[in-house]
């Protein structure tokens, strides 16, 4: 990168908007993650906005629940939530109070702090792949339930936090669909990117689960 990231802390207002706008405006970004070896640091390459109410791809489509009760909080707050049994996945809510929206960090370039992530995802094969995913991101930066709801504004020092960074011109940033999302969800172009950045994941389409039939057969 030619240009030192502004390192500037990004303020509520920025996440109080509409979920389509703040997306495409996070690529860039530096995400700030304070554990307790040190800060990391990493460069947002690619994100998928989830619109809540209106959205069958968005963990709030069908109301508040237990799990996702801090996508209807205040804008710029993490939600964190646990999937496959395996993995956690960082999201930033946007929007007004009371209307659930978020986005889906999906990659980035660790910029700080390479050497904590290493251990955590040694199936890495440089580290290019650190941060080459929604799970992986947030197993490289050490991301866990304990987050949740966690205000990124509170300032640079808190356990996640957004730096103003290097936002990249619009003719960098791509649309398309989301990975995974199948349904009436599927045809959103609501994931951005940054084009040839080597850190961004590559697109999978929704796969319908096979179901298990070995229950459903009849006994001799």
């Not at 989830?50 to 968005?58: L, R």
């Not at 080459?132 to 504004?153: E, H, I, Y």
């Amino acid at each position: 990168m030619s240009e030192s990231p502004d390192r500037t802390p990004l303020p509520r207002t920025f996440f109080d908007r509409p979920v389509l706008e703040v997306a495409p405006d996070l690529l860039g970004r530096t995400l700030v993650r304070n554990t307790e070896q040190g800060p990391m640091e990493l460069r947002l390459t690619e994100v998928e906005a989830y619109a809540g109410a209106i959205d069958p791809g968005s963990h709030a489509f069908r109301g508040r629940t237990a799990r996702n009760a801090v996508m209807f909080g205040p804008p710029g707050h993490a939600y964190v939530y646990f999937t496959y049994g395996m993995w956690h996945c960082l999201n930033l809510v946007c929007g007004p109070e009371g209307h659930a929206s978020g986005v889906l960090l999906r990659a980035g370039e660790i910029l700080r702090g390479a050497d904590q992530a290493r251990p955590r995802r040694r199936s890495a094969r440089s580290d290019r792949e650190l941060a080459k995913g929604p799970a992986r991101l947030a197993t490289a930066l050490d991301v866990v339930l304990s987050l949740n709801g966690t205000d990124v504004c509170a300032g640079p020092d808190a356990p996640l936090a957004l730096l103003t960074g290097t936002p990249p011109p619009p003719d960098r940033i791509l649309t398309g669909p989301r990975t995974g999302v199948g349904g009436d969800g599927a045809s959103h172009p609501w994931r951005f990117w940054l084009t040839d950045d080597p850190t961004v994941s590559p697109y999978r389409p929704h796969t319908p689960r096979k179901r298990r039939l070995d229950s459903a057969r009849p006994t001799d």
